[in-house]
């Protein structure tokens, strides 16, 4: 059984950082790709970053462009988000997603984590 596993959220000043770590744990034979979604209160869960397993290509959100920053250990199975300047409109629960191939199979499956809080406030 595959998880995956978000930490990092918190409470934290407009102009602050925090950084997410998300690892994936289970029969993982390789990762495809691994995402940050977010949603905040009363809105529609939306896409935030991704990354392939070589970290050779990663894809931001226009409202996130130059102050978030997505890396992943492949060797860890571990996505993280470096979320610098944070803003208020930035407050939402950040779910962790992979795309991966499952061991012994090698079935490609999509997978959710359970979500961080993450609060922007003064």
């Known amino acids: 059984q595959v998880q995956l596993v978000e930490s990092g959220g918190g409470l934290v000043q407009p102009g602050g950082s925090l950084r997410l770590s998300c690892a994936a744990s289970?029969?993982?034979?390789?990762?495809?790709?691994m995402a940050w979604y977010r949603q905040a209160p009363g809105k529609q869960r939306e896409w935030v970053a991704a990354?392939?397993?070589?970290?050779?290509?990663?894809n931001y959100a226009d409202s996130v462009k130059g102050r978030f920053t997505i890396s992943i250990d492949s060797a860890k199975n571990t996505v993280y988000l470096q979320m610098n300047s944070l803003k208020p409109e930035d407050t939402a629960v950040y779910y962790c997603?992979?795309?991966?191939?499952?061991?012994?199979?090698?079935?490609?499956?999509?997978?959710w984590g359970r979500g961080t809080q993450v609060t922007v406030s003064s």
């Open positions: 997603n992979a795309d991966l191939r499952i061991a012994p199979t090698w079935a490609t499956n999509n997978y």
């Open positions: 990354i392939n397993s070589d970290a050779k290509n990663t």
């Open positions: 289970g029969s993982i034979f390789s990762i495809n790709a």
